[in-house]
């Protein structure tokens, strides 16, 4: 299992950024896909979910109006667009999945914003 992420960068507030994740050596289309992201001296944290067809989607209360999770099952990839990115937003960003018992993490993929 590969899970690469793309995207990251330096952000001002109130822009935005689109992540991507290029998943491998899964069934991907059958899998639910998350975000999870790390700010410095903080513990990793759930930014949102993805069903397996899109079907349902789900996050952190208070990213939901301005982070979006969307996936593309016939590019094994899923996103996560964030808009309206403020100063708390800066972490470094994971793309995650469970295939049976096991957990895989993405390398990590830099979110500043800053001005």
């Known amino acids: 299992v590969q899970l690469v992420e793309s995207g990251g960068g330096l952000a001002q507030p109130g822009g935005s950024l689109r992540l991507s994740c290029v998943a491998s050596?899964?069934?991907?289309?059958?899998?639910?896909m998350r975000w999870y992201r790390q700010a410095p001296g903080k513990e990793r944290e759930l930014v949102a979910v993805?069903?397996?067809?899109?079907?349902?989607?789900d996050g952190a209360g208070a990213l939901k109006g301005r982070f979006t999770i969307s996936r593309d099952n016939a590019q094994n990839s899923v996103f996560l667009q964030m808009n309206s990115l403020k100063p708390e937003d800066t972490a470094v960003y994971f793309c995650?999945?469970?295939?049976?018992?096991?957990?895989?993490w993405g390398q990590g993929d830099q979110v500043t914003v800053a001005s």
């Open positions: 995650y999945v469970k295939v049976g018992w096991s957990e895989y």
């Open positions: 050596g899964f069934p991907f289309r059958i899998y639910e």
């Open positions: 993805i069903s397996s067809r899109s079907t349902s989607t």
